[in-house]
């Protein structure tokens, strides 16, 4: 698939972060919107967000702006779009029926090896992509926002995708950069956030239980625990926690099952304690789309910081 045509079908947030990962790995992409105006200012915000990101020298790939720009072309004609797509990533908004009626255009204009990929974080590969001609070709390739900085890509297959077309999907992913882990069959909310899940529902009973603050709940993750998770998973640390994974549990077992017995029911996600953890996390009551955007720059920063350590290692 190396340096052929990729098309992007929607030019959101999700939509041009895959632009720039690609373009970044040399790929000609094909940036899609049924807005023509969305098309446009994707266009502009690519390059603005590629001339910052060489300022501060975390411009991925080896070709400049320039070059990774005049790999990316706009359009709002869904067939010229398509034109010549070897690989198609959808990032449309979160809902099946928009999905499904977008997958059944698609399959109606492409040849048999194209692969049409999906970067919802939660549908059902199942429900997308069932009854379509060219269902062997379908994939989910859910990225971790934002992708240009977080490499993981959940690839989850529908029952009837083709080996190949998981294979082909996984060695594109590598090519730009990406970290892509294959899932056997779909399971609800996938593995990221199966497993963010059992956290955040961690997190609210032990600050509805009064055990701990809101922020040092959190500072438990980004001082503890996500030091190492950002080389390591939970099973490998446990592997080294020990001599070996069998020693752990053999050691830890009996403990782990008498904590994780007094785990209590799911959370509501609703009421007081929302409230609480939600005044908690606020600097102040004002200028809270100020905080947001402060924050999250902030985050990108440390984050593109990180993702460089990790490469250097
Ligand atoms: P977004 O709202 O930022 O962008 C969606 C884009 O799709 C818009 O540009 C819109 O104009 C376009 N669009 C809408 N209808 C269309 C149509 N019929 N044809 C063509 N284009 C159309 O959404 P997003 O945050 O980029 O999310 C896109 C997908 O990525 C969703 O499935 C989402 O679940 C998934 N995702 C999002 C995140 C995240 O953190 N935002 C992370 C991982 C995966």
Redesign the pocket.
């Known amino acids: 698939l190396q340096k052929e045509n990729i098309m992007i079908?929607?030019?959101?947030?999700?939509?041009?972060s895959w632009a720039m990962v690609f373009a970044s790995g040399g790929f000609r992409v094909k940036l899609?919107?049924?807005?023509k105006e969305?098309v446009t200012a994707?266009l502009e915000d690519i390059r603005k967000q590629m001339e910052d990101l060489k300022k501060s020298g975390m411009l991925r790939g080896t070709l400049s702006v320039n070059e990774q720009m005049s790999l990316i072309s706009g359009s709002s004609d869904l067939k010229t779009a398509l034109e010549d797509a070897v690989f198609i990533q959808?990032?449309?908004?979160?809902s099946l029926e928009?999905?499904q009626?977008?997958f059944s255009e698609i399959d109606l204009h492409v040849n048999d090896t194209t692969i049409i990929s999906?970067?919802?974080?939660?549908?059902s590969p199942t429900k997308m992509f069932n009854g379509l001609k060219h269902v062997k070709n379908c994939i989910v390739a859910?990225?971790?926002?934002p992708?240009y900085y977080v490499p993981l890509v959940e690839l989850v297959p529908h029952p009837e995708t083709d080996v190949a077309t998981v294979e082909k999907t996984y060695t594109l992913m590598k090519n730009i950069g990406q970290s892509p882990v294959k899932l056997m069959k779909e399971t609800d909310g996938f593995v990221l956030n199966r497993l963010q899940y059992a956290v955040i529902s961690e997190a609210w009973r032990l600050v509805e239980d009064e055990v701990i603050s809101p922020r040092d709940v959190d500072i438990v993750m980004s001082e503890g625990l996500g030091m190492r998770y950002a080389f390591l998973g939970p099973l490998e640390t446990a592997h080294l926690n020990a001599e070996g994974f069998k020693s752990y549990c053999e050691r830890y077992g009996e403990g782990i099952k008498r904590v994780l017995g007094t785990f209590g029911p799911v959370p509501e996600f609703s009421g007081k304690v929302a409230e609480k953890i939600d005044e908690a996390l606020w600097d102040q009551q004002n200028d809270k789309n100020g905080q947001l955007e402060a924050r999250r720059e902030w985050r990108n920063t440390c984050l593109s910081h990180l993702a460089k350590l990790k490469n250097e290692m």
Request: aromatic content about 6%.
């Open positions: 079908f929607g030019s959101g947030l999700i939509g041009r899609y919107d049924i807005v969305q994707a959808e990032c449309v908004p979160e928009l999905k009626k977008i999906s970067s919802t974080s939660c549908l859910h990225p971790v926002n992708p």
